[in-house]
T-cell receptor, first 116, second 111 residues
Framework: GAVVSQHPSRVICKSGTSVKIECRSL??????MFWYRQFPKQSLMLMAT?????????EQGVEKDKFLINHASLTLSTLTVTSAHPEDSSFYIC????????????FGSGTRLTVV | GQQLNQSPQSMFIQEGEDVSMNCTSS?????WLWYKQDPGEGPVLLIA?????ELTSNGRLTAQFGITRKDSFLNISASIPSDVGIYFC???????????FGKGTKLSVKP
């Protein structure tokens, strides 16, 4: 079955630094990847949709200059949290799909970001 | 925007009991998905529903896509302790659209 690998699983960084999170589709080509944010005891909130080779589409209220998304290949998308602040601490999850049509969405295992 | 109303918010049941949870929406979805999330992990797909009225099983899990495309339910039969977790419904509106998630149902199973 489809496997999505997300790395790192946990990261602690200092305020003001940047953190990069990687999302890889291991056994399929992901034309579209999604990035979610999840606060404790809450549901997943979509941050942005990225299509390979084009700019990401951000949801309303998500700062594109703060959450940089790059989808340079069909198997890799990265989310960079720039100038991180403690309020950026959260659980970030990516998901991937091969493309159009009724395909199941496979999720990565998530990244717990703590900004101190 | 599109929203999914998922209920119940939480359930505390005895091992062996059956469980039922559901999601409703004012919008039509083309696809309904049910996921389970364990603490500190990403959601894992349980069942995907693609046709209105479709009834699909996966082991002890059964889910149905409502005929109006605005609702879905998930049943778990003969619950076991490893069923503990948070269950999310998710709806997809278009062929390449993003998923809209319900708020989740937290399931606790007492041995």
């Amino acid at each position: 079955g489809a496997v999505v690998s997300q790395h790192p699983s946990r990261v602690i960084c200092k305020s003001g630094t940047s953190v990069k999170i990687e999302c890889r589709s291991l056994d399929f080509q992901a034309t579209t990847m999604f990035w979610y944010r999840q606060f404790p005891k809450q549901s997943l909130m979509l941050m942005a949709t990225s299509n390979e080779g084009s700019k990401a589409t951000y949801e309303q209220g998500v700062e594109k200059d703060k959450f940089l998304i790059n989808h340079a290949s069909l198997t890799l998308s990265t989310l960079t949290v720039t100038s991180a602040h403690p309020e950026d601490s959260s659980f970030y999850i990516c998901s991937a799909t091969p493309g159009q049509g009724n395909y199941g969405y496979t999720f990565g295992s998530g990244t717990r970001l703590t900004v101190v | 925007g599109q929203q999914l109303n998922q209920s119940p918010q939480s359930m505390f049941i005895q091992e062996g009991e059956d469980v039922s949870m559901n999601c409703t929406s004012s919008s039509i979805f083309n696809t309904w998905l049910w996921y389970k999330q364990d603490p500190g992990e990403g959601p894992v797909l349980l069942i995907a529903l693609y046709k209105a009225g479709e009834l699909t099983s996966n082991g002890r899990l059964t889910a149905q896509f409502g005929i109006t495309r605005k609702d879905s339910f998930l049943n778990i039969s003969a619950s076991i302790p490893s069923d503990v977790g948070i269950y999310f419904c998710a709806g997809q509106g278009g062929s390449q659209g993003n998923l809209i998630f319900g708020k989740g149902t937290k399931l606790s199973v007492k041995p």
